[in-house]
C-alpha cells in the first residue's frame, strides 16, 4: 500500500464529505458533517463543518502522510476572493494536522470528476438551481445560467416547484378542477387539497402561502413533481419533459455541436434514475449522439482525485480514478 | 344644471386622483394627489392622499351637494377586511367635509368602468402586474392571473423586464455579441452597454445588480423593451408578441369562447398606441372577433359614474357615461 495519502473534501449546502484514500485506491477514512457552503452559512461556520469532516475521514491516520488535497464548494471563487474566509479554512486545514496545501474548486468541476476521468467535457447539475459548465483540462471553463431563482435556474427544482403551483393556479383561474399533482401541491401549500367554493379563495391562499417563505423554497415543491411523474401524471410528466428541454439548452449555449466529449449529469435531480435524468439523456443523445453521458458519484473520492493526480508519482491518473470511482468507469 | 354632485376617485400606486361632477356630466373639479394604495403605503398616508385629492377637487363646491362617491383602488378587499384601514378612509372622508356614504371597488372594475358604460365585459391590465377579469352587472366576477411576479404576472412590465434581462443572459452565455435591446439593458443595469472580456463577468455583474434590488423593480426595465419594439429591435419585438399571447392566454382563462360583450384594455402597457396594445388587439380578435375591443381611460371619472349611476334621478347611465367619459363612447 503507498504511504502517501490524500483527502477531499466536497462541501455543500446540507452536508460535507471527506475522504482520506491512498494512492493505490485505497480508502483509508470518510467523513460526514453538517452543511458548510460558505456563502450561505459563512466561513467560519463551513470552516468548522470542513474540520469535524477532516478529522473524522483521519482517524487513525497519520497527517504527516497527507500531501495534497483538495476541496470542491459552491461559490469558491467567493471563498478564493476573501481573505478572512481563506484564512478560516487554513486554520482548519492546520488545525487537522495537515501540513500539506490544498486546492479549491467549484463543486461543478468535482461534479464532473466524479463521473468521468476525461479532461475535456461538459457538467450540468440540476438540484435546488440549474448549472452547466465546459470543463477543459479539469478546470471549468465556460458557464451558462446558474443566475439564480429570479433570473435563471431554469429547469431546476425551483422551477419545477414554481411551475407546479402555476399550473395549480391556471386551474384555479380557469375554475377547473386541479389534477392530481396540482392537488398535492394545494395540499402541501395550504394543508388542504380541497379547493373553497368560490376559486379564488383558495388561488390567494396558495400565493400567501408561497410568498410568507423565501422564493428559493419553492424547490421543496419540486419531489412532489418528481414523484407525480413517476407514476405518469400527466401534469408533472410534462413539466419534466420542459424541464429537459431547458436543461438541454443551457448545455447548447456552452457546447458546441458535434461534440464527443463526455456529459456528466449530477445534482439531486439528475443523479440515479429520476424522471429529470430519463428526460434529459434523450434530449443530450439528439444534439449529441456521440457523447458519453456519465452520472456524477462520490464528490470527496473525486475531490481527492484531483488532489492526487498533480502529484508526481501519479502517472496512471485515469487507472486511479478507476479505482475511486468504480461506477464512473 | 343639476344640483347634486358625486364624486369619484381613483387611487393608484403613484397617483390619486379626484374627480367631482354633476349629474348633467359637468365636471366641477379635479384633484391630484401622491400614490396612496394602502396595501403598500399604510391605510393612514393612503387616506391623507385621498383627502388632499378630494380637497382639490370640491374647491369651490358645497360639500353638501354631495350624495355619492366611489373610490376605486388595488387591493380594495384587503382594505374592506382591515377596519383601522377603514375608519382612516372614514374619517379623510369626513373630514372633506362629505355626508353621504361611498362604495369601495377594485381598480379593475374602475379601468373596466373607464372604457365602457356596458354592465357585462372583460378588463385585462397589464403595468407592473397584470390581471384580467370578469366584470358582471358591473361588479367584478371571476379573476385570472394578478398572482404578483413570482408566480404570476405574465405578460406584464415585470414579466417584460425580467425576459429582458434572461435573454441578455443567454447572448452573454453563449459569448454572443449582446443586440440593442440587451445593450442597453446592460447599460440601465450597470452603467455601461460593453461586455468584459470574460463573458460570466458581466453576466454575474448583471445578476447581481438585479439582485441588489425588489425583483418587482425589474418592471422598470419594461420601457426600454417598449421603446426597442417601436424601433423594430427583433428581440423587443418577440418579447412584444410573447407578452400578447400571455395576456390573451390569460384573459381566456375567464373569458367564455364566442362572447360579444367588451374587452377593455388598461393600464400602462396596454392604454395608448403602446406596441402590447397592438399586440394583444389582434390576440383578442382572433379568439372573440364579434367584441368590441376598448381602451382605459379617466379612472376618477370612471368612478364618479359608479358613484352615480345607483342615484335614482340617473335614468340613462349610458348617456351619463358618455359625457364623463366621451372616450369610451
Request: net charge negative.
Given at each position: ?26 480508502r ?7 452543511g458548510?457552503?460558505p ?38 471563487g ?12 487554513d ?24 463521473g ?5 467535457g ?66 402541501e ?29 419553492l ?18 410528466t ?30 439531486g ?48 491518473p ?12
Amino acid at each position: 500500500m503507498s504511504d502517501t495519502v490524500v483527502v477531499g473534501l466536497d462541501i455543500g449546502g446540507t452536508s460535507t464529505r471527506a475522504a482520506a484514500v491512498t494512492l493505490d485506491g485505497v480508502r483509508l477514512g470518510t467523513g460526514r458533517a453538517g452543511g458548510g457552503n460558505p456563502t450561505s452559512h459563512g466561513a467560519d461556520r463551513a470552516a468548522g463543518e470542513l474540520l469535524a469532516a477532516l478529522r473524522a475521514a483521519l482517524a487513525g491516520v497519520d497527517p504527516a502522510r497527507v500531501r495534497a488535497g483538495c476541496i470542491g464548494l459552491a461559490g469558491a471563487g467567493r471563498l478564493l476572493a476573501d481573505p478572512q474566509g481563506r484564512a478560516a479554512f487554513d486554520r482548519a486545514w492546520s488545525d487537522a494536522g495537515l501540513r500539506c496545501p490544498y486546492a479549491v474548486h467549484g463543486d461543478a468541476l468535482v461534479a464532473y470528476a466524479s463521473g468521468t476521468a476525461a479532461p475535456d467535457g461538459t457538467v450540468l447539475i440540476a438540484g435546488t438551481g440549474a448549472i452547466a459548465a465546459q470543463v477543459r483540462d479539469l478546470r471549468l471553463d465556460r458557464v451558462a445560467d446558474g443566475h439564480g431563482w429570479l433570473l435563471g435556474d431554469a429547469g431546476s427544482g425551483f422551477w419545477l416547484g414554481r411551475e407546479a403551483v402555476r399550473r395549480l393556479l391556471a386551474d384555479l383561474d380557469r375554475a377547473a378542477t386541479p389534477g392530481e399533482l396540482a392537488r398535492r401541491v394545494l395540499a402541501e401549500l395550504t394543508g388542504s387539497p380541497e379547493v373553497a367554493e368560490r376559486f379564488r379563495t383558495t388561488a390567494d391562499a396558495v400565493v400567501q402561502a408561497v410568498t410568507r417563505r423565501p422564493p428559493v423554497e419553492l424547490a421543496r415543491l419540486a419531489p412532489l413533481v418528481v414523484t407525480a411523474a413517476r407514476e405518469g401524471e400527466p401534469v408533472a410528466t410534462s413539466l419534466i419533459t420542459e424541464a429537459a428541454a431547458l436543461l438541454a439548452e443551457s448545455v447548447s449555449r456552452i457546447r458546441p455541436a458535434g461534440a464527443t466529449d463526455p456529459v456528466v449529469l449530477g445534482g439531486g435531480l439528475l443523479t440515479g434514475d429520476t424522471p429529470l435524468a430519463e428526460a434529459v439523456r434523450p434530449e443530450l443523445a439528439r444534439r449529441w449522439p456521440d457523447a458519453p453521458l456519465c452520472t456524477a458519484g462520490d464528490g470527496a473520492a473525486a475531490a481527492a482525485w484531483l488532489a492526487a493526480r498533480d502529484l508526481p508519482e501519479v502517472t496512471d491518473p485515469t487507472a486511479l480514478h478507476a479505482l475511486l470511482l468504480p461506477a464512473a468507469a
